[in-house]
């Protein structure tokens, strides 16, 4: 039997990562983003009503963007700090403008999540237009904080 190899995201120091936008992996013509709304292992945690409501959102808005049929996927990491976005075939400063767009159409939103009903998803009553916004907020004042770089720092 071959020894298990260590996955990226395991070999990151997530003691010293802070919030940001990072390139986690590339397979081919997919690059997967690392999208850290929250510093780890610090307590601050989103809880699930948050994640559950900025995906909906942000899932909805970024597959009817610019990026529509390069996007293959986002959804929230288990740990409770972040997302996974995975794209295909596009620019790293593309992808950043886009998630900020994103955020921005977020903040900007309207009445309730999209997909806010039980024929539309397997738990709606958990959904919150307002953490959403919260967290999309947040988050964007982190993109803003310092440069991106899309790289893990050591």
């Keep these: 039997m071959e020894p298990i190899q260590r996955i990226t995201s395991f070999s990151i120091n997530h003691d010293k990562l802070l919030p940001g936008l ?19 292992n610090t307590g601050d945690l989103m809880d699930n009503s948050t994640m ?3 995906e909906h959102l942000f899932a909805t808005y970024i597959r009817n963007g610019a990026l529509a049929s390069r996007i293959v996927y986002f959804g929230p990491m288990g740990c409770q700090t ?7 075939d596009a620019e790293n400063e593309t992808v950043l403008r886009e998630v900020r767009l994103t955020l921005k159409r977020i903040l900007e939103h309207e ?15 958990n959904l919150s237009t307002e ?5 999309a907020r947040r988050y964007l004042t982190e993109l803003d904080a310092r440069p991106v770089t899309f790289e893990y720092e050591e």
């Design 131 to 135: 953490a959403a916004k919260v967290e």
């Design 22 to 40: 990072y390139v986690s992996r590339v397979d081919g013509d997919v690059t997967t983003y690392d999208m850290r709304t929250r510093r780890p």
């Design 52 to 54: 559950h409501s900025l």
């Design 111 to 125: 009445g309730p999540v999209f997909g806010a009903s039980s024929r539309e998803c397997g738990n709606y009553r």
């Design 82 to 88: 972040g997302f996974y976005l995975l794209v295909r």
